[in-house]
C-alpha cells in the first residue's frame, strides 16, 4: 500500500475590500475563518475606481499557503461575500465585502468566471500598495508608482489572536 501523495501548498493572495456599513468588521470577518493564512497586509483607506460615486473602502491583502485551486478559491470569496450580505446589484458599486483571488502560486487561469492572475491588479493602487507589503518581490516599483487611485494607510487589522500575529 502506498502512502497518499501530499496536496502541492501553493502561495496565493486575496483582495479584500469593504466600503459599506462597518467596514473593519466585514474584513476582519472574512479573514478570520480563512485557513492557511500566513500574512495580513496593513489596512488602506482608498478611493473606489470605476463605478458609482460612492464611499471611500477599506482594503486589505491577505497572504494564504493552500492547496487549494484558483476555482476553490473562488467559491471561498463568494461564501465569505455571501455571508457578509453581499448583493450583487450594480457593477463595481458599494459592497459590504468584495474578495478577488490575486494570484495562486505561478498558476494562469482564464475562463469566463475566473481569471488568475486577477486582470486588473497590475493597474490599481489599492491591490499593489498591500501586496507590496507582504511581497515587495511581486510589485515593481514602477507598476505601484503608475496605477490609479489614491490610497493610504490606515494601520493593522485588529485580528483577534489565534496563536500568533498575522499582521505585517
Known amino acids: 500500500m502506498t502512502a497518499p501523495t501530499p496536496a502541492v501548498t501553493r502561495r496565493a493572495f486575496l483582495g479584500m475590500g469593504s466600503n459599506m456599513g462597518d467596514r473593519e468588521r466585514h474584513l476582519i470577518d472574512a479573514i478570520e475563518p480563512l485557513a492557511?493564512?500566513?500574512?495580513?497586509?496593513?489596512?488602506y483607506e482608498t478611493e473606489p475606481v470605476g463605478?458609482?460615486?460612492?464611499?471611500?473602502?477599506?482594503?486589505v491583502v491577505v497572504e494564504l499557503e493552500t492547496a487549494l485551486t484558483p476555482r476553490q478559491l473562488l467559491g471561498v470569496a463568494h461564501r465569505l461575500e455571501s455571508a457578509a450580505g453581499r448583493v450583487r446589484t450594480e457593477h463595481w458599486g458599494?459592497?459590504?465585502l468584495d474578495v478577488d483571488v490575486l494570484l495562486v502560486g505561478d498558476l494562469v487561469v482564464d475562463e469566463p468566471d475566473l481569471v488568475v492572475p486577477h486582470?486588473?491588479?497590475?493597474?490599481?493602487?489599492?491591490?499593489?500598495?498591500?501586496?507590496?507589503?507582504?511581497?515587495?518581490?511581486?510589485?515593481?516599483?514602477?507598476?505601484?508608482?503608475?496605477?490609479?487611485g489614491r490610497v493610504a494607510?490606515?494601520?493593522?487589522?485588529?485580528?483577534?489572536?489565534?496563536?500568533?500575529?498575522?499582521?505585517?
Open 153 to 168: 494607510m490606515v494601520g493593522p487589522l485588529e485580528l483577534p489572536r489565534r496563536g500568533r500575529s498575522r499582521n505585517r
Open 94 to 96: 458599494p459592497r459590504t
Open 51 to 59: 463605478g458609482p460615486s460612492q464611499a471611500a473602502f477599506l482594503n
Open 36 to 43: 492557511g493564512v500566513v500574512a495580513v497586509s496593513p489596512v
Open 119 to 148: 486582470p486588473r491588479m497590475w493597474q490599481r493602487r489599492f491591490v499593489l500598495a498591500p501586496l507590496g507589503d507582504l511581497a515587495p518581490e511581486l510589485v515593481p516599483e514602477h507598476l505601484l508608482a503608475t496605477a490609479e
